[in-house]
């Protein structure tokens, strides 16, 4: 059952991010900032964690998860060491992710030539 919680979970996300393309002017951009954004918001409330236990690493792949795992770092970073832990907290879930996406994103850069 939580592979159909997974997918179902998944492609709420990937609806609700092709219906705000099509039907507004935002670029994928705005979208992939609004929903960074939202799963911070729902990390505040404790909501996302409950998307998580129902839909397990359907709920962890989206980008929504980043924002929930940066805010998620830092609350609990803050309870450890107060304000300081906010900033120190943020990049201890998602420095594996931003690492891989930058070397990548190096490699890419250096095999493939951009259109002009």
Known sequence: ???????????VV?????????????????VTSLFV???????VFAIYDKFVIWAGGGALVP??????????????KAEEFSLLGLSMGMFDLTASGIISAIIIAFVLAIIFKPKH
């Open 63 to 76: 980008i929504t998860s980043f924002g929930h795992l940066l805010i998620h770092g830092a609350l609990e």
């Open 37 to 43: 954004v939202s799963g911070a918001l729902l990390d």
């Open 1 to 11: 059952m939580i592979y159909v919680n997974a997918f179902i979970f998944s492609g």
């Open 14 to 30: 990937c609806v609700i991010g092709q219906i705000i393309l099509d039907n507004t002017r935002w670029t994928p951009g705005h």
